[in-house]
């Protein structure tokens, strides 16, 4: 009959948006790792850039990574629909680059000497001030290397989301797909935002003009924004590296059998010993697994580096 039909599908429908809910929040959970490294590597994209554009920059990056995840969400169902054995091995990649990634940044500053990181920054903020660069060209630079770095990760991201809900209907990977990378897109770029302006609130509090306890307050919380903005950035690059080896690590432990089987096997008896441990011993061996293959891809692609020929100074003779 019609009206048990018309029930059934709206029954159906509301399977379905309870379980792309359901699987939106353990997705957006198993992608919460990378999140942290997205949020600090685009705040920092925006350094050096001039207070009054830095809002326009992020809502230019942010156009930019929706137009990254409206390629990568119709590329990852497509992966899961015709080539589902595709998954396991991406997701291996995804993590065996986010390891990489977490290694790099701890090796950077013995990679690349504190003068030559110091030359960069003073090189960024002379471009700001000087009159005769073209800060249009500069910004443009910036968007463009931010968007970049934004496709890597939200790849990341789509990958972990897809791997999450690789075995359940089409219908619901669509959903879930589509709900991680709007909502993970307007809360980073939204967080993103906040971080930015985050010195320039407090600045204006600082300024309020007035007397009484209100003013007062307000002159202290504007000092302890513009105190606080910097180290927030340190703690979000901090929580970002650990993130990564957590995430990297743990998609390594669970997309590799031999791996895994240690795992369970370390778990366990952890378990018997107590709750605490059998908690934290699968964390530190993500961890660690993550620190181990970072380190071995960064020294392959390292003596890759050195491997290959120099390319010719067009300067030079």
């Given amino acids: 009959m019609p009206g048990s039909s018309l029930l059934t599908l709206l029954d159906d429908i509301t399977t379905i948006l309870d379980d792309v809910a359901t699987f939106t929040k353990v997705a957006t959970q198993k992608t919460a790792g990378v999140l942290g490294d997205d949020l600090a590597l685009n705040a920092q994209q925006v350094t050096g850039v001039k207070a009054s554009r830095e809002l326009p920059v992020v809502w230019a990056v942010f156009k930019g990574s929706m137009i990254n995840k409206t390629i990568l969400v119709p590329a990852a169902l497509a992966i899961s629909a015709f080539a589902p054995w595709g998954i396991t091995p991406l997701l291996v990649l995804g993590g065996l680059f986010l390891c990489y990634e977490g290694v790099e940044k701890l090796a950077h500053k013995f990679l690349h000497p504190k003068a030559e990181i110091e030359a960069h920054k003073a090189k960024l903020a002379a471009a700001v001030v000087d009159p005769t660069v073209d800060l249009v060209a500069l910004e443009r630079d910036k968007i463009k ?172 003779p």
Avoid: C
């Fill in 145 to 316: 290397g931010a968007i970049k770095t934004d496709l890597i990760l939200s790849a990341e991201i789509i990958v972990i989301a897809l791997g999450t809900v690789s075995s359940e209907p089409f219908v619901t990977r669509v959903g879930v797909l589509i709900g991680i990378a709007v909502l993970i897109t307007v809360g980073v770029y939204g967080l993103v935002a906040g971080i930015v302006k985050l010195d320039d609130v407090g600045l204006y509090l600082t300024r309020r003009e007035g007397e009484g306890r209100l003013v007062d307050v307000a002159h202290r919380v504007g000092r302890f924004l513009v105190s606080a903005a910097p180290y927030l950035m340190k703690f979000l690059s901090i929580a970002g590296t650990a993130a990564m080896f957590l995430v990297g690590g743990g998609i390594l432990t669970h997309g590799i059998p031999p791996l895994h089987h240690v795992l369970e096997q370390a778990t366990a008896w952890a378990t018997g010993v107590g709750a605490f441990a059998g908690w934290v011993t699968p964390q530190l061996l993500n961890a660690l697994t993550g620190v181990l293959a970072g380190a071995i891809v960064l020294a392959l692609v390292t003596l890759v580096g050195k491997l290959r020929p120099a390319k010719p100074n067009p300067t030079q």
